[in-house]
């Protein structure tokens, strides 16, 4: 009886191989009963693939990339970008006053620029080609834009008489390595400004001059590199299928904001010099002491928050909880390095000023004022890199647990 109740056991399923199911190979557009596959006929569809087979590349147990046999070629094979004509008369204020702009600021050339990003965020491997203006004057300035903004948005310039071709070729990296490249860039600027608070308090004025020269430098190359990581990591977002998730690149763009602060805060700290009251030693030395002070007790707790979180020893995840909790804390209960800087501020302009007979009116004149303002921006600058890290923070913990 025993026998005839036996549940009946088909064929056992072989155990699969993982290690072969994670290699990157070639399979046939066309199933074994000649069954349409779907996924990679909506790519043949969509990008007009005429291939048999396609490449399939696994990322991990739930997603792959597939991709055409010869994509690896695909960006060093001109013949095969897409080519898209840009028309100058499709921008209104560049084609009719560029030329007679006699600056060279980014919104001069935005309009080009939003343009050029436009045609080139839906495809991998694309060209732009822009006739040479007729008007002499109009074609300096384009071409001396191109320049900039090939180095901006990381597009490759090319002439050839009549025409300008701007090749856009799709990202070399993923977003977690460009996410990493980035960090590591943006080190070089916390690093550096960091040694200046560091040695604020031995530099006189003249000796911070050219230390704020140096690190303004500094921090502008770092920005060149940053901006161009942040404009592949955009073409990769936007790239389609979007194969990405969005965090890392969310993650790229706290960094870039915190570069543009420690950025803002060397050309503040720059013009501060400018306007400090060399005429009088006394309110130059109360001024220049809180200089010293913002430094040292607000800009410089902000970078290391900062770096903790992104290079600091540990698990990510804890790091992260860590930075989340003291900004709920400093938001909640306690005052922030930045708030203590402006209230103990006020408190030693104003004992100081009181003890000095008359001081009083010369803090209110013009330089002083603006001298003021400086140590305020300086200081906002700081208290925003903090409300950054707290942001990438969340970020990351969010990364973490979706992973």
Not at 54 to 81: G, L, T
Not at 150 to 173: N, Q
Not at 333 to 347: F, L, V
Request: aromatic content about 8%.
């Amino acid at each position: 009886m025993g026998s005839s109740m036996k549940k009946r056991r088909g064929k056992q399923p072989a155990k699969p191989d993982m290690g072969e199911a994670m290699k990157e190979r070639s399979i046939s557009l066309k199933g074994r009963q000649n069954s349409t596959m779907n996924i990679p006929m909506i790519y043949r569809r969509t990008f007009e693939w005429t291939e048999e087979n396609v490449m399939f590349r696994p990322v991990n147990k739930r997603s792959f990339i597939v991709s055409r046999p010869d994509i690896p070629d695909e960006e060093f094979r001109a013949e095969n970008h897409l080519k898209r004509d840009l028309d100058l008369s499709d921008l209104p204020w560049y084609h009719k006053e560029r030329a007679r702009s006699e600056t060279d600021d980014p919104s001069d050339m935005e309009e080009l620029k939003e343009m050029l990003l436009s045609m080139s965020l839906k495809d991998r491997y694309v060209d732009i080609n822009i006739n040479r203006p007729a008007d002499s004057g109009l074609n300096r300035k384009l071409r001396s834009d191109l320049e900039r903004l090939s180095r901006d948005l990381g597009f490759k310039l090319h002439f050839k008489d009549p025409v300008y071709t701007c090749s856009f070729l799709y990202p070399k990296h993923s977003m977690v390595q460009m996410e990493a490249m980035c960090s590591e860039l943006l080190l070089r600027s916390i690093d550096a400004a960091s040694s200046f608070a560091d040695s604020v308090y031995e530099l006189d004025i003249e000796g911070s001059g050219s230390a704020l020269s140096d690190l303004l430098y500094s921090i502008q190359t770092v920005e060149s590199s940053i901006d161009a990581v942040f404009t592949d990591s955009l073409n990769l977002l936007w790239d389609p299928p979007p194969l990405e998730p969005p965090g890392h690149f969310l993650l790229i763009q706290a960094h870039e904001a915190v570069n543009d602060e420690i950025e803002n805060m060397a050309k503040d700290s720059l013009r501060f010099l400018t306007l400090l009251p060399r005429n009088d030693r006394d309110i130059c030395d109360l001024i220049w002491d809180e200089f010293l002070q913002v430094w040292r007790t607000s800009v410089l707790p902000s970078f290391g928050l900062y770096r903790r979180l992104i290079a600091g020893e540990g698990d990510p995840e804890q790091r992260a909880l860590e930075r989340i909790r003291t900004h709920r804390i400093w938001k909640e209960r306690e005052p922030s390095p930045h708030t203590d800087y402006i209230s103990n501020m006020a408190q030693r302009v104003e004992s100081t000023a009181a003890s000095r007979s008359g001081k009083e009116r010369i803090l209110a004149t013009s330089d002083c004022i603006k001298a003021m303002q400086c140590l305020f921006s300086i200081n906002d600058s700081a208290s925003r890199i903090e409300s950054i890290s707290q942001v990438a923070a969340t970020i990351m913990l969010y990364l973490s647990r979706s992973a």
